[in-house]
């Protein structure tokens, strides 16, 4: 076998392979042999068919299934010889392949690029680092308690907090937009779970009152025909309620799975919830902010097939969130929706893996087994949890992907330049970027 490999840019290759013909004859002919021991054709008996006459119905079939089992394993075998290191399958475009000639095949494909890793020490990298007060903890029981409230009807005026049913219908230029219409919509005033200056606008109200509402679409919200247009909500306020908070009592308690019965033993375990929350939303943020920084300082080319392959798992990622199942076929999604995504995840996997590589990193094994702990600790059966994932490799091998990732990420930061700032519980949990697509599946004021 024959190999010559031409480089047409950085990270592709065209390689002709030359498989001699005797291969290809000598394969083809033992096929044959085989086809002749089990083929039926009228007027020969089983297994005594003259090999020219199985040639000429089966030999062109036999000789194609040959070239394409061929094509698999040179293909293989000459990058291997060559120590390339394919990123995705190759395009084959045969060049000669007449019976009694040397079979010859070019394969298109990319390969993996080469890194050379840039300085990280003149990286700068803010840190975010909090701690969680008595106010926050005050603050999670109360909204724990909301969550669970009972609506009382009122008479009065809505206040902040209040749950109004109301109707609404939303005019653009005089004229009514898509999505901007609801009957008999329940709204708690403040949760901003409408457009601002919505809610605002009917704290006062009283049931049987109606008003319009003149207010601006956010400059980016999601609908391109809505963005920072100027609208007119003309509502109607059919009832207003009250909240009733439930009593901080054991039985309040055992909603949440939690057997106490005092408040001061509730809260504790309330605050065990968020500790591990904000060290999941820290480490979450600064591995966020510290992988793109690791994008912007490294150019790296990117192969096209690693890229749609992301694009087709994100694709995957969206019907699953939005419920599509399998009514939905994910090819259907547009692929340049996720092209910026899929291609920012390829280049932190392809530089998070030439870390590992230069740096000869292994996973820490008192880390995986700090990390299965984590885990376990928030299911009812611990035990059963850390048996199921110490047991099944699979399993383990992801929670070794995580702390090797999280190596990779220890490791940048001791070399860059680290500023910590401190932030609130709140700013904490909030994420530094927008996810890449929003649910527009509510009404279009929400």
Not at 313 to 332: E, H, I, K, W, Y
Not at 368 to 393: F, G, H, M, S
Request: glycine residues 6%.
């Amino acid at each position: 076998m024959q190999v010559s490999v031409e480089a047409t840019s950085s990270i592709e290759r065209q390689m002709t392979v030359t498989v001699p013909a005797a291969r290809i004859e000598d394969d083809v002919n033992s096929r044959l042999k085989q086809t002749a021991r089990s083929a039926r054709i009228d007027g020969f008996r089983p297994g005594k068919v003259p090999l020219n006459v199985i040639k000429r119905r089966y030999g062109k079939g036999i000789r194609q299934e040959v070239l394409g089992d061929v094509i698999q394993h040179t293909f293989y075998e000459a990058v291997t010889q060559e120590k390339l290191k394919p990123a995705g399958g190759p395009s084959i475009e045969p060049k000669s392949d007449a019976e009694g000639q040397d079979f010859e095949y070019v394969a298109t494909f990319e390969v993996y690029p080469e890194i050379a890793l840039a300085d990280f020490s003149a990286v700068e990298v803010e840190k975010q680092v909090s701690a969680i007060a008595d106010t926050d903890v005050d603050k999670m029981v109360e909204s724990l308690q909301k969550q669970h409230a009972d609506w009382t009807e009122v008479e009065r005026a809505a206040e902040d907090g209040d749950r109004v049913n109301i109707d609404f219908e939303g005019f653009k230029d005089g004229e009514a937009f898509q999505g901007g219409k609801s009957e008999g919509h329940d709204l708690v005033l403040g949760s901003g779970t409408m457009i601002p200056g919505f809610e605002d606008g009917l704290v006062g109200m009283k049931a049987g009152d109606e008003k319009e509402l003149e207010l601006t679409f956010p400059e980016a919200y999601h609908a391109e025909e809505l963005a920072g247009a100027a609208v007119v909500f003309k509502t109607k306020v059919n009832s207003v309620s009250a909240p009733e908070l439930p009593e901080l009592n054991a039985e309040f308690f055992s909603k949440f799975g939690i057997e106490e019965t005092e408040l001061d033993g509730f809260k504790a375990e309330i605050r065990k919830n968020m500790e591990r929350e904000l060290k999941q939303a820290l480490n979450a943020k600064i591995k966020n902010r510290v992988l793109n920084k690791l994008v912007e300082a490294n150019s790296v080319e990117v192969p096209k097939a690693l890229v749609d392959g992301e694009i087709d798992r994100l694709r995957q990622q969206a019907v699953q969130q939005f419920g599509g199942g399998a009514n939905l076929d994910p090819s259907a999604l547009p692929a340049e929706l996720f092209e910026g995504q899929a291609r920012q995840r390829v280049s932190i996997g392809l530089l998070v893996g030439e870390v590992i590589q230069s740096n000869e990193l292994k996973a820490d094994e008192a880390r995986v087994k700090e990390t299965v702990e984590e885990i376990a600790e928030t299911y009812q059966q611990p035990e059963e949890v850390r048996d199921y994932y110490l047991n099944n490799k699979e399993q383990l091998a992801q929670v070794e992907a995580l702390v090797l990732e999280d190596q990779v990420v220890d490791l940048l930061l001791s070399q860059a330049k680290v500023t910590e700032v401190e932030v609130s519980y709140e700013e904490a949990l909030k994420q530094d970027q927008a996810p890449a697509m929003e649910d527009e599946s509510e009404a279009d004021a929400e």
